[in-house]
């Protein structure tokens, strides 16, 4: 990493999808003792605290959803916050280290990041692509378009918040671990040139021939580098506390493997964690295991 110094942001979002309960992710890992990881790796940690998120008026199963996009507003006005906190604590020199709730948050942390680069990378550890548009998504849950908004595709409210886009190239992405893509997402995939290694890749490649690629990819492109990490993109047997598990995921092993090689090639300069829900999780089982993520990210190796 590029400083020792961390600000840790909690982002308790559950506005993006219909399941309750990842609101409570940043507590559960906190409670899993990530602070403390990172005090013993060294690390001068800056806990910020949690955002506050504004509730909608009615129960989002029930409110008005004109765009097919489910609870929009309060969505839009958390992560123009938590751009803001983030850009400050890079403004500060520290590497902001985002805590979710759910993967719509991703909107906020890459707005806030990417202003302070020219061609930000940005890896997507995820079972999903979370390329869906109001067009494409049959829910109209939010936490399912992220990175198809920060590529400056969806709703200008989402699209334009910290008042730019897009957020980050195409060409500058790196899809890992997905295997339930929906067919526009694999369209727009095709498309945009966006590299994407499903399990199929990795179960062919490895995880540590993915990883010296994926890595080398993006030295050669980028400036820095976010890694957004969703809990699903492990197999629901290693991390079962997320709210849409998809079998056949990445393991723990592999997991921890590819976050030491980033920790190696010192490119990531910002993260976030999201998609932890401690209610559908077993004694924190998925809270305790992104903890350990984050050490092997830092610089932990295991024994």
Not at 150 to 162: N, P, R, Y
């Amino acid at each position: 990493m590029h400083t020792k110094d961390i600000s840790l942001l909690g982002m308790p979002m559950d506005l993006g999808q219909l399941r309750r309960g990842v609101d409570m992710g940043p507590s559960a890992m906190r409670y899993a003792g990530i602070i403390e990881q990172l005090k013993a790796l060294n690390y001068k940690v800056y806990d910020r605290g949690d955002l506050p998120i504004q509730r909608p008026d009615q129960d989002s199963s029930s409110s008005a959803n004109p765009h097919n996009l489910r609870n929009l507003d309060q969505i839009t006005e958390a992560n123009e916050r938590l751009a803001k906190h983030v850009n400050q604590e890079i403004e500060t020199g520290h590497f902001p280290l985002v805590l979710g709730g759910d993967h719509s948050i991703a909107i906020g942390s890459l707005a806030g990041i990417s202003r302070h680069y020219e061609n930000l990378g940005l890896i997507w550890y995820d079972a999903h692509g979370d390329l869906n548009t109001a067009d494409t998504s049959p829910s109209g849950n939010i936490h399912g378009m992220p990175l198809a908004v920060s590529l400056g595709i969806g709703h200008e409210k989402l699209t334009q918040v910290m008042g730019y886009a897009p957020k980050v190239k195409p060409e500058n992405i790196v899809i890992i671990g997905a295997r339930d893509l929906d067919p526009e997402e694999k369209t727009l995939i095709k498309d945009k040139g966006i590299k994407v290694y499903t399990m199929h890749e990795i179960d062919r490649m490895g995880m540590p021939h993915v990883m010296t690629e994926t890595i080398n990819y993006l030295k050669a492109r980028t400036d820095g580098v976010h890694l957004s990490l969703d809990l699903d993109g492990l197999d629901p047997s290693e991390a079962p506390g997320v709210g849409t598990p998809v079998l056949g995921g990445l393991t723990y092993r592999e997991s921890h493997l590819a976050m030491e090689m980033l920790a190696e090639a010192n490119i990531i300069t910002s993260a976030e964690f999201v998609e932890v829900n401690p209610i559908l999780d077993e004694k924190n089982k998925t809270a305790t295991l992104a903890v350990g993520l984050v050490g092997s990210l830092f610089g932990e190796k295991l024994k």
